[in-house]
């Protein structure tokens, strides 16, 4: 069972303090956990550029004219595991602000088991970055087409593993290609790709 510190309550719409961010538009902050971005072997392989890529995304959208709603989702590993609940490697990378939300999750699908739904109209624009692409970007991103949220994902901004080809005789398939096979993958399902040049725009003028 989650404990008080692992779960922040949702507030009803009517107490949430300004500024909340703009409903119609979500900044997801998908397991941007300390392990994550701790430098390989321990954290991604993309670390060092995907780490940096991620800090100025949240300035941009904390920083908008109109900032979007902004979410940390916070996975919960079993125990022994990196992000095992309290221990340093499951901690945020990035402080969220007092009006900014978290949510905890067990599952890759940022929606199954969590409240992410009540914060996130069916309606939404929500602009994805975070770990891992293979993963609970795949999952979360699929789930929220399926809702009829128009989602954007970020090159750059996302990252996973090397994958183990368990049916490859060993072989090991570089997170590079894997997070460039997700792209398109999410791409042809629906998903808007984005570029980091593209950032100044993404919050603001269109």
Do not use: Y
């Amino acid at each position: 069972m989650m404990n008080s510190e692992e779960h922040r309550p949702v507030p009803a719409p009517s107490a949430i303090p300004h500024p909340n961010g703009d409903p119609r538009r979500v900044l997801l902050v998908m397991d941007v956990q300390k392990f994550m971005l701790s430098p390989p072997p321990l954290g991604v392989p993309a670390s060092a550029v995907v780490g940096p890529n991620i800090a100025r995304i949240l300035a941009q959208a904390r920083n908008a004219a109109h900032p979007p709603r902004v979410i940390f989702v916070r996975n919960h590993g079993d125990r022994g595991e990196p992000d095992e609940p309290n221990t340093q490697g499951w901690q945020l990378v990035h402080d969220p602000l007092p009006h900014e939300f978290v949510i905890d999750k067990r599952k890759n699908n940022a929606f199954a088991g969590t409240a992410l739904a009540e914060l996130i109209p069916a309606d939404a624009e929500i602009v994805m970055i975070g770990m891992q692409s293979d993963f609970c970007i795949r999952a979360t991103c699929s789930s929220a087409l399926e809702r009829g949220n128009d989602v954007l994902l970020i090159k750059g901004a996302h990252a996973t593993f090397d994958r183990l080809e368990v049916w490859g005789s060993g072989a090991v398939t570089p997170a590079a290609q894997v997070e460039k096979e997700i792209e398109s993958e999410l791409e042809e399902a629906g998903v808007i790709l984005l570029e980091m040049k593209d950032l100044p725009s993404i919050f603001d003028n269109r």
